[in-house]
């Protein structure tokens, strides 16, 4: 991955969580290392969930938009839309190119957008298909019908945060965000822009939660479904070294395979999938297994996927490894997983602090941190964090 | 020709972004499934012909919309592409990125042991995946409640699986992802997959878009005062609008080294991509067509040529008041006074939203094989805002050697691919037999 501009530094994170608005909450609630607890129905913001037992899923806490963006044009924008503008917004800040949402460093031309989103435009689908369904297609609402295209949350931020370098949406599922770094990497190598704001996001809605419901994974114990965006900028390293940028941390290598069943179930958690990605991502990186000193995996509480990715892990890096899950602390966010399990990734690599480790011990100042995600259909990514 | 031998010769010298020194991608398969075509072939014949894929709608009702027009593909059967199993996996989104896909690694005569190893990706783009099978679910839940959602047909949705129903269907296990950039998704692809290639993350990348016509995207355009009453005519005076399409195409990517090792043909030579966003608006082009402009001048840098070596465009055409301006503006802005064919085959195809630009990239390979530009049909008459040399009506034969195909979609994306004919250039050592 170390091409010839250097590896991609990260010079700026930003992060929507359970545990709330920014990433400093979200680093509290990894220090303290206890599950943010599942909201009372009465207190979805996302649905009217007053009619389900127990529902067994966490939001970002005092989600409020307007506090970055103002009250005006936010009427037609959907969730989703309204979690990545934010979390655009403020890594935009904390790298420095934005104060008060207006450009300081760098230009609209030079700074672009990669953002992984599994079911982003669900809640505005059920949204017009209720109108259709129940009045008539001719009563949806023209201004609400771009929300049910994949890629429209990820072009609300070009518009809003005025980013006119490439805007690339990714659909991968669990690993959507770890693939967007790989993509990022493509682009950044390419020339394509000078930072990337990359990340994911998704959002708590009716659909999403009936369709895990309706899986039995809500009953899995441990497993709790979640929301949440978080975004990093990364640049090139010598670009970011060369204009003095606070690097936060150093990605290093990306590795990404795909396993198909013996069998012809859609389902199909893959250990050797997830094992060929780290594999690739060591490689790429150019890190020995002995040198990883942890592991922010994707381990959910559904007992096939991380009896897979953990044994994927053992074999790979090795049985001892130090095994951090963030998704135990925050819930299953999906497409925006990878991406808060990068900020965890980050904030250890700075001297942060992890609560509860799922296995082994918490190392302070981990030298190689491997990130790793299991998507449900066979495919499985990693990412190297130095 | 000798003038752009060189320049493609310099250009690889002087390793200039996009054609860079680094691996050639050739296009050596394309697979297609349209309104006008299941295979290269009689999609090819239907381009040379100017027919029509548009039809009255038979996939749902259109009720009291006003609009019943659609390029669907009526005549496409999952079965004579798969077997039962992968079929029942999948929704029709994916029956046909499978069908593509099948047919174009068939014509590109590529092994499935070739197809095998993990230097083999699936990039695919699409707008709305399995929107038809989503509305079913919904439709079960929103009249019947939760108990009357088919719970097997849950993980059968999401944009996700396309990729991975392909890389399943030809045994490919290295990067499967799906690029979801609307109506630009199949040059994201496309792009996407080329530059796997040209910084050596992938040897083989099979690459395109599908998209499959349903209910509530047909709906929301006719809301969107954008759908045309019968016909798409793109640049015309008198255009109404688009007509919603369906389909998908696919591509074979190949890195020089490996369709050389495997004696492959290449029909084609992705050269380079242009990307930006216009940041304006989430339906419409930038009015001084700004970021459009900026991406195509990038596809011609990044290709190592200057804008006088193109010959033809592959227009977006949608048949919008607004698309069809912006994209005049990007042809003067571009091209400075020189008058490059452009056609639309959306006035055959109708508009395939994510498919588009895929099925007009298989289009590009037909005029670089051919040396035709497909027509524009049912142009009439000339539009003083939409000054530009339309292919009117007739295919027209021209030189074909580097052409551009332009898109525009959803959210200000705007992509650009650079294809040529697949040069000899015996400097770089190449053999005649790839590049014949």
């Not at chain 1, 050797?272 to 994707?298: N, T």
């Not at chain 2, 493609?8 to 390793?15: A, I, L, M, N, P």
Request: proline share 4%; hydrophobic share 45%; glycine share 12%.
């Amino acid at each position: 991955m170390r091409g010839a501009r250097g590896s991609m530094a990260v010079t700026g994170l930003s992060v929507l969580s359970a545990a709330g608005m920014g990433k400093d909450l979200f680093f509290a609630a990894l220090a303290l290392g206890a599950p943010t607890r599942p909201s009372p129905p009465k207190d979805l913001q996302a649905f009217d969930s007053a009619a389900y037992d127990a529902p067994n899923v966490v939001e970002v806490l005092g989600f409020d938009p307007t506090v970055l963006l103002g009250d005006k044009g936010l009427r037609t924008l959907d969730r989703i839309t309204k979690l990545l503008i934010v979390a655009a917004r403020m890594c935009l800040h904390d790298v420095g190119f934005k104060a008060n949402g207006q450009w300081q460093r760098s230009e609209p031309t030079k700074v672009g957008f990669v953002c992984s989103n599994a079911y982003g435009s669900l809640e505005a689908i059920t949204e017009l298909d209720r109108v259709a369904l129940l009045e008539d297609a001719r009563y949806i609402n023209p201004a609400k019908f771009p929300n049910t295209v994949s890629n429209s949350a990820a072009g609300y931020v070009s518009i809003w945060e005025d980013l006119r370098a490439l805007n690339v949406s990714v659909s991968n599922g669990n690993p959507g965000a770890l693939d967007a770094i790989g993509i990022a990497e493509v682009h950044l190598a390419s020339g394509r822009a000078d930072a990337l704001i990359t990340g994911g996001g998704e959002a708590m809605c009716e659909a999403l939660f009936l369709a895990f419901k309706k899986l039995g994974a809500l009953r899995s114990p441990g497993f709790c479904l979640g929301e949440g965006a978080a975004m990093v900028c990364l640049e090139p390293e010598l670009s970011a070294e060369s204009r003095g940028a606070t690097i936060l941390a150093r990605v290093t290598g990306y590795g990404t395979h795909f396993s198909a069943p013996k069998d012809d179930a859609l389902l199909h958690p893959s250990e050797e999938a997830m094992g060929a990605a780290i594999e690739q991502a060591l490689e790429s990186a150019d890190v020995a297994a002995k040198d990883v000193d942890l592991v922010v995996s994707g381990l959910s509480g559904l007992a096939p996927f991380d009896a897979a990715e953990l044994g994927a892990i053992h074999g790979s890096i090795g049985r001892t490894a130090n095994v951090f899950a963030p998704k135990k602390l925050v819930g299953e966010s999906l497409g925006a997983s990878g991406a808060l399990a990068v900020a965890a990734a980050v904030y250890a690599r700075n001297g942060g602090t992890l609560g509860r480790m799922e296995a082994g011990h918490a190392p302070s100042r981990p030298r190689h941190i491997v990130v790793t995600s299991l998507g449900y259909y066979g495919n499985a990514s990693a990412v190297v964090i130095s | 020709m000798t003038g752009l031998y060189t320049r493609v010769v310099q250009s690889y010298r002087q390793g200039s972004a996009g054609a860079t020194g680094s691996p050639r991608v050739f296009i050596t398969g394309v697979g297609v499934v349209s309104s006008i075509g299941i295979g290269k072939q009689a999609f090819y014949e239907s381009l040379r012909a100017g027919r029509t894929g548009l039809s009255k709608l038979g996939a749902f009702a259109a009720g009291d919309l006003g609009r019943d027009i659609a390029g669907e593909v009526k005549d496409f059967r999952a079965e004579d592409h798969m077997t039962h199993a992968e079929a029942r996996n999948a929704g029709r989104c994916a029956h046909m990125a499978v069908a593509a896909a099948r047919l174009a690694t068939k014509d590109a005569a590529i092994s499935d042991e070739a197809l095998g190893g993990t230097r083999v990706a699936v990039v695919m783009g699409t707008t709305m995946g399995e929107g038809a099978l989503l509305g079913d679910l919904e439709g079960a839940w929103i009249k019947s409640g939760e108990g009357a959602i088919n719970r097997a047909d849950i993980p059968r949705y999401g944009s996700t699986l396309l990729p991975i129903h392909v890389a399943r269907a030809l045994g490919v296990s290295g990067l499967v992802s799906t690029l979801p950039a609307a109506c630009a998704a199949g040059n994201y692809a496309i792009g996407f997959g080329a530059d796997l290639i040209r910084m050596g993350r992938a040897d083989v990348v099979v690459c395109g878009a599908a998209e499959l016509l349903q209910e509530l995207q047909f709906a929301g355009f006719v809301r969107l005062a954008a759908m045309a009453k019968e016909r798409c005519r793109p640049f015309d005076k008198n255009r109404e609008g688009l007509i919603l399409g369906e389909g998908a195409a696919v591509l074979v990517l190949e890195s020089e080294a490996h369709a050389v090792r495997r004696n492959a043909a290449a029909q084609a030579e992705v050269l380079g991509m242009g990307l930006t966003c216009d940041g304006y608006h989430i339906t419409r082009p930038h009015p001084d067509a700004a970021g459009s402009i900026e991406a195509m001048r990038q596809a011609i840098a990044r290709s190592g040529i200057t804008p006088d070596a193109v010959d033809f465009v592959n227009a977006h055409g949608t048949g919008t008041k607004a698309n069809d301006v912006a994209e005049t503006k990007v042809m003067h802005d571009v091209f400075r006074g020189r008058r490059v064919p452009i056609s639309s085959m959306k006035s055959m195809l109708g508009h395939c939203m994510g498919a588009a630009s895929a099925l007009e990239a298989a289009g590009c390979v037909f005029t670089l094989e051919t040396g035709v530009y497909p027509p524009t049909i049912g142009f009439e008459t000339p539009d003083p805002e939409c000054d530009v040399d339309v292919v009117a009506n007739v295919a027209r034969e021209g030189k074909a050697d580097i052409i551009l195909n332009n898109s525009l979609a959803f959210g200000g994306y705007n992509a650009v691919t650079c294809f040529s004919r697949p040069y000899k250039v015996p400097e770089l050592g190449l053999p005649a037999r790839v590049l014949s």
